[in-house]
């Protein structure tokens, strides 16, 4: 469910033609709806009723501090997995008692950082970053919350770079060692250990997996009570999928509801760490045709958008609709949607069956709100697009196009190289 949707014949976001947002900030660009924000969060939210739980969006997915600031004002926390997304966490105005910290690289100045602003959990990934974390904490004379991430070795059958939670993945400490591990954190003088984290992957579009490793963490939770080691809190992450052509998606009140089911009487504050099924189809990737080629082989349609400014499509073989901005009738065309960049691999559609389209005609890459602005890049010096951000008739460009400048900020050549040498 979003809000993009035509109008006769024109593709609006929520009350505005996309072609009057290009107009005012050039093409291509990213476009947000408000509404669809909004509703996704509260779908989620009222499923879990009164149930104890924190919803933390899960900042790398859109982590734009517009999009936060909707989630926040709704009551959110967020997840984050760096340093960087933490500052934008906390400039986003984000209670720093409703963050989540994972990620299997953490360093000791990102420790630190997230120590000082007193954040609520480290999910904790291994045990030697334990016994840093341990470290680094006595060393600010603090006590640092932990949940331990664990792995279920359940298989979420989803794309291999997107699972997590098998045994072959770097991510989590292995169940089968959990126990030991918590054992360890409780003996440690500056670790707490007072919650459980998995997360098994992304894109996910069965109910069952999620069971199942709520099944696994809920034996452990109790083992863990039983030799009291207090955990208060049961992080199950993120993951679930969203339809991007016509997969059936599983309702986040299905999802939640099959969960609370499995959890019985198990007393603890839930927390779920969302990112694409509340921002993936509320935003798109708004990009204009410059030129059709017939090939004798294949139709390219080539648009102003590349790999770098949304890359799902060829690091996953990531399916996106493509909806033209106006709708025109005549011959269909199948061929792929190309972008400039020097690389057979930029294609954001391929072997698609395309309204008539001419160079000029604006065209959307749907389902792009999450993991597309936050995965783009300036790989061949291109200025990334900006971010507009939709609400009923009003927009707002909540991050505006990068320049040239922007591209090289930073750089400097070294004073000894930069005289003109007589080349020998
Ligand atoms: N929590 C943790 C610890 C995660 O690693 C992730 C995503 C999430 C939550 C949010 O997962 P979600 O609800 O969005 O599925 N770039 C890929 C997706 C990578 C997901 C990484 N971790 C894509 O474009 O499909």
Redesign the pocket.
């Known amino acids: 469910m979003h809000h993009f949707s035509y109008r006769d014949g024109r593709l609006f976001a929520e009350e505005i033609p996309l072609e009057e947002i290009a107009r005012e900030v050039g093409t291509p660009f990213y476009c947000y709806s408000y509404a669809t924000l909004e509703r996704h969060y509260q779908a989620f939210e009222a499923s879990l009723g009164n149930v104890p739980h924190l919803i933390c969006f899960?900042v790398?997915?859109n982590s734009n501090l517009a999009v936060l600031n909707v989630f926040l004002k709704q009551g959110a926390g967020l997840?984050v997995?760096s340093g960087g997304e933490l500052f934008r966490a906390l400039k986003a105005g984000a209670d720093p008692r409703k963050i989540v910290f994972?990620g299997v690289g953490k360093t000791v100045r990102e420790m630190e950082e997230a120590l000082r602003a007193e954040i609520l959990l480290f999910?904790v990934e291994s045990e030697q970053e334990l016994l840093a974390l341990d470290r680094v904490a006595g060393q600010g004379g603090m006590k640092a919350p932990v949940a331990l991430r664990v792995n279920p070795d359940i298989n979420p059958q989803t794309?291999p770079?997107?699972s997590?939670g098998l045994k072959q993945n770097k991510f989590g400490i292995p169940f089968d060692t959990s126990l030991e591990v918590y054992r360890q954190a409780k003996e440690l003088k500056y670790i707490e250990p007072i919650g459980v984290h998995c997360?098994i992957g992304?894109?996910i579009l069965e109910i069952q997996p999620f069971v199942d490793t709520l099944g696994r963490i809920k034996e452990l939770v109790q083992r863990l009570r039983e030799e009291s080691i207090a955990i208060q809190y049961l992080d199950l992450?993120?993951?679930?999928?969203i339809a991007y052509e016509d997969e059936a998606a599983p309702a986040p009140s299905d999802y939640v509801d099959a969960l609370l089911q499995e959890l019985g009487g198990l007393d603890c504050t839930l927390i779920f760490?969302?990112?694409?099924?509340l921002v993936g189809n509320a935003g798109i990737l708004v990009t204009r045709v410059l030129y059709m080629k017939r090939g004798p082989e294949k139709n390219f349609i080539v648009v102003d958008a590349g790999m770098n400014d949304c890359i799902?499509p060829s690091l996953?073989g990531?399916y996106q609709a493509v909806w033209p901005a106006v709708q025109r009738e005549g011959e269909k065309i199948t061929g792929d949607v190309v972008g400039p960049i020097c690389e057979s691999g930029d294609f954001l559609a391929k072997d698609r069956l395309l309204p008539p389209l001419e160079p000029g005609d604006l065209v959307a890459v749907m389902s792009a709100g999450?993991?597309g602005f936050t995965?783009a890049s300036n790989y061949n010096s291109r200025p990334r697009p900006p971010e507009v951000l939709v609400r009923g008739a009003e927009q707002w460009v909540v991050r505006r196009r990068e320049t040239y400048e922007d591209i090289v900020q930073g750089e400097s050549v070294p004073e000894p190289l930069s005289g003109a040498d007589p080349v020998p």
Request: proline share 3%; glycine share 16%.
């Open positions: 899960s790398k997915s997840d997995v994972a999910n794309h770079y997107i997590t997360h992304s894109q992450g993120g993951g679930l999928g760490e969302p990112g694409r099924v799902r996953y990531a999450a993991y995965m």
